[in-house]
Each structure stands twice: as C-alpha cells, then as structure tokens.
C-alpha cells in the first residue's frame, strides 16, 4: 500500500512530511483568477504554473504559504505534488439559482461545500488519475485534536478504509455516472506518537522553512473564523479580503456567515490595534480536513 502525506497548509503537516518520508506528498492549492489577487512573485507563479499544468494568477490562501511549500519540498528532497480544483469564483457560479432569490450559493458553516470541490475532490482526482489503488494517508492532526481524529474515524468502514462518492463518466443521457471508490485508510502519526503544538515549534525554529505568522493556511476569509480575526486578515490581506467581499455582493443576500457582511467586518474599527498573538487557534478557524 503506497503512503500519502496530505500537506494542508500549516507546520504540522508539514512537520509529517518532514518527519514521516512517504511516497507521495500532496498540496491542495486554492486559486482564483481574479487579477487583484495576482500572486506578487512572477518567478514562484511560473514554478506553480508548470506544477499544476495551467496558469496560476493568484490564491486565496496566504502567498507566504505557497512559498514555504516550496522551501519544505527543498528541505526535505522530495516532490510535492500541487494539486488543484477549479477557481474558487468559478466553482461558486456551478451553485447558481441554489441561493436565495435565484442567485449563487455561497459556502457557509452550514453546507461548507468549498472543502469539498477546493480540497478533497483535487487529491481525489489526483489519486484516481495517479495510483488507482488504496492507499495510506497521513493527516496532520496533533496529538491534542483526537475528536478531530475521531470524525474522521467515525466514517471509515469496518475494515478501516473510506470511500469518495464521485462520477468521472456519464450516461448516455448526459447525467453524471456515481460509483463509489473505496481510496484511502487515514492515519494520524502525531497522535500516535504524542506530538504536540509545542514540539512541532521547537522542531522548526532553526529549518530553513519561513511560516506564515497567521495560525492556520486555510483561506485568508475562512467563514470559521471570528469577526475580529477576519477584521486582522483585512488590515493584512486587503485584496484577498475584498474578494470575499466581491462575491457577496455579487450573489446578494447570500453571505458566508450569518447576520454580518464581509463588508461589514472589513470596515470595523477596533478600539485596540490586535496582533495574531492576541488570538487562539479556536479563532482562526479551519479546513476540516
């Protein structure tokens, strides 16, 4: 059974790779097209651009987080493998007529589609087109996160493994062809060996490796995370925030938290200037991978 480390973004995936040689390591990358988020660097846009065999503009997660990807990939001699599903604009205009008033749906705490289609279905895609048999994947939960463990643990069958509904063919009436494809058995070597936050930090402080200051590499306006951490993210990404804003607007009333506009948040003027270390990882949401 080949081994897939599932790189999410943040340093204890990384500190898998790192730690954990496997014979494949996988990066879901989040893109959008729109120009206001062009990625600044023009030399790492081409190198992602040959990665994933398409035109790389710009992510909707942190830039910095593209480049520590390829720093890990030198540190630890291996490829890491991008892969990518389609703009994220783009997989919200497939939602149309979903939301209210015929408009596009937006993802929300609810029906957080963008996972999905932004996450699990590009190393799904890669796995089925790549290797095409069960494989082991290893998932970067610490050994303090056992209930997100658990949630994953909670859905795999009696033999261990878990499998993705999906359609890669069609009838002859053009509806889509469901099979069910049994992929993957999830492993989670931080929890079984008893690393913690902690030993992961003291483990990069002297590598070669330059972390985003943020907690977490999901996407800058993740609807997981709190109002005042999103208001930070605004003042540190500007344009990735208004894009968030931008889809909004397009798709209104639809919003991707209840009761509040990104608009709304983007324009809060806190009493206090706040740095990342004013926040916990409880308000810094995450993927849920």
């Known amino acids: 059974m080949k081994i897939v480390n599932s790189i999410s973004g943040g340093q204890s995936s990384a500190y898998i790779?790192?730690?954990?040689?496997?014979d494949f390591d996988v990066f879901a990358l989040v893109r959008t097209n729109d120009k206001s988020c062009l990625y600044p660097d023009k030399k790492i846009r081409q190198i992602v651009s040959d990665k994933i065999g398409q035109e790389f503009i710009g992510t909707l997660e942190q830039d910095d987080c593209v480049k520590y990807i390829l720093q890990l990939e030198q540190m630890i001699g291996r490829n890491i493998t991008f892969v990518t599903g389609e703009p994220f604009e783009d997989i919200i205009n497939q939602k149309k007529n979903q939301g209210k008033n015929g408009s596009h749906y937006l993802p929300n705490m609810m029906t957080r589609y963008c996972t999905s289609y932004l996450k699990m279905f590009p190393i799904f895609e890669w796995w089925y087109h790549t290797i095409g048999e069960p494989v082991e994947m290893r998932i970067g939960?610490?050994?303090?996160?056992?209930?997100?463990?658990?949630?994953?643990?909670?859905?795999l069958d009696s033999c261990g493994m878990e499998s993705m509904k999906y359609s890669f063919e069609f009838h002859k009436n053009g509806n889509k062809k469901w099979k069910d494809y049994t992929w993957r058995t999830p492993t989670f070597p931080l929890i079984d060996d008893g690393v913690f936050k902690d030993n992961i930090q003291e483990f990069w402080n002297d590598k070669p490796v330059q972390f985003t200051k943020e907690y977490k590499n999901n996407c800058v306006g993740c609807f997981h995370r709190n109002e005042m951490y999103l208001n930070k993210m605004s003042i540190e990404h500007p344009n990735k925030m208004e894009w968030f804003s931008k889809m909004e607007e397009i798709n209104k009333p639809n919003t991707f938290r209840k009761g509040v506009t990104y608009k709304n948040i983007i324009e809060y003027k806190p009493q206090i200037e706040m740095s990342f270390d004013d926040f916990n990882e409880c308000d810094s949401g995450y993927c849920g991978l």
């Open 17 to 22: 790779s790192a730690n954990y040689p496997a």
């Open 141 to 155: 939960f610490r050994a303090n996160e056992m209930k997100r463990a658990k949630k994953v643990i909670e859905k």
